[in-house]
């Protein structure tokens, strides 16, 4: 059976056996609720900004408030740990980052979702789990199973995907055309047009992350997946170092080198800003960007923006990230919680929100013929979502530690010329290997 495959004909029964509801608990499923308020860490950024303008909706039809904490991501981690540690925290629903997961589960944060999935008096018989995108419900959701992170035996469901992403190129058709450019297929061809377009038209050949810490071992995952490489190997060694690891720092010093200026500065909002703005020709990174690009108020290159697949390494591979919701251990109104985040993630408000510029995270939004009209960027992504790796980043307990404290020093090093891409990842091994120990994997 092949994965995807496996993932969607078993996610009806991560709960075990199936469920069914009256029509009378449907009616009802909210009257219990009514007047409680539900407090929801959000962070800055598109698809949430387009989930307040649908929000006020969920409130009129349930009687259920919804009051919102609203930080930057870089913000939000140390802010929800601090509420999760109390006896009873402030957050009944926290948006989380995927790479957070297994950590908040490893310390017994977050609920396990069976148990509000089988109360009858909660769960919508409509819900249907398996419309959910399959590689964004096991890569936000799922924690345990194989590595800890992905689908299979013992893994259980402790968030929803929302605020999802997978990688794809968005390119200025117009400046393509004019100097009669090709849509790079390969990185051969890739590599060739970052310095074809940064002579021919003078701005930033890609806009791409830069900055110390996550942000620049993003955009350097990007490009090592599909040039053949990885974190660890089967072992849990680090392997980052390799040839398939320095040539995509290499490739990635190449992108600073052609970019817009400050590049190396650059996290995810300067880097959509860059593109949005005209100051690249070129964005390699998030779907979440599609509902900005057309957006007059917020883009300057409306109507100048085609899509293509991540461009072809050793294999064809995108990422797989982004944003989920789920229900700390300690909130006060984890019921109600539920209710909100089954309610934002249902077929109805999926549409909802993609309408407004959010990005969707079922199969069935993607699908849907008058938002396919209005978004036709959907037909490359629904081709993307098939190389979509899950294992695009190790999502094990200590990852942000080494992320943000390892690999984001060293990687940064590189891209400011500081140090080369080969002396950059030969010193991390150390101290990543150190991390990996005091976790307790034996290497």
């Known amino acids: 059976m092949q994965r995807r495959d496996f993932i969607q004909t078993s996610a009806a029964t991560v709960f075990g ?99 509000f999935f089988k109360n009858a008096a909660l769960a919508d018989p409509a819900y249907d789990l398996k419309d959910i995108i399959p590689i964004y419900l096991e890569n936000l959701g ?9 689908a299979g035996p013992g893994a259980k469901l402790y968030g929803l995907p929302y605020g999802a992403e997978t990688s794809v190129l968005a390119y200025r058709n117009d400046i393509f055309a004019k100097h009669n450019l090709k849509v790079p297929e390969n990185y051969t061809q890739f590599r060739e047009l970052l310095h074809t377009l940064k002579d021919k038209e003078g701005i930033g050949a890609l806009a791409s992350r830069g900055q110390a810490g996550h942000q620049a071992v993003h955009a350097w995952l990007l490009h090592l997946n599909p040039l053949g490489g990885s974190v660890f190997d089967a072992q849990w060694r680090p392997r980052f170092n390799d040839k398939a690891g320095i040539d995509a720092l290499k490739f990635l010093q190449e992108v600073v080198a052609t970019g817009p200026a400050g590049i190396a500065g650059y996290g995810q909002g300067e880097s959509n800003t860059a593109f949005l703005q005209g100051q690249a020709a070129m964005y390699l990174d998030s779907t979440s960007l599609a509902g900005l690009v057309n957006d007059p108020s917020k883009s300057k290159v409306a109507g100048k923006v085609s899509w293509a697949l991540h461009p072809m390494g050793a294999r064809r591979a995108s990422q797989s990230g982004g944003l989920g919701l789920t229900i700390p251990k300690n909130a006060k109104n984890a019921d109600a919680a539920f209710l909100l985040m089954q309610w934002l993630t249902s077929k109805q408000q999926d549409k909802a929100v993609t309408r407004v510029g959010g990005a969707p995270v079922r199969n069935s939004t993607m699908s849907d013929v008058d938002l396919v009209r209005q978004y036709p960027e959907f037909i490359t992504f629904k081709e993307a979502l098939k190389y979509s790796n899950p294992d695009w980043r190790p999502i094990i307990a200590v990852w942000d530690k080494i992320n943000v404290q390892a690999l984001g020093v060293g990687i940064s090093e590189a891209l400011t010329g500081k140090k080369t891409a080969e002396a950059a990842l030969n010193d991390l091994v150390a101290p990543v290997t150190q991390i990996m120990r005091e976790a307790g994997y034996k290497v």
């Not at 908040?104 to 148990?115: A, Q």
């Not at 799922?142 to 992905?150: N, S």
Request: glycine share 8%.
């Open 17 to 115: 056996a199936g469920f069914s509801l009256s029509g009378a608990h449907a009616q009802n499923r909210y009257a219990k609720y009514a007047g409680q308020t539900v407090t929801l860490s959000i962070p800055s950024h598109p698809h949430y900004d387009a989930m307040l303008k649908i929000l006020p909706e969920f409130t009129k039809e349930t009687g259920i408030k919804v009051e919102t904490d609203r930080l930057a991501i870089g913000r939000m981690k140390d802010k929800q740990l601090l509420e999760m540690s109390k006896p009873k925290g402030d957050y009944d629903l926290c948006c989380y980052v995927v790479m957070w997961k297994t950590e908040y589960v490893s310390k017994n944060l977050v609920h396990e979702l069976e148990p």
């Open 142 to 150: 799922l924690v345990g199973g194989p590595k800890g992170y992905l």
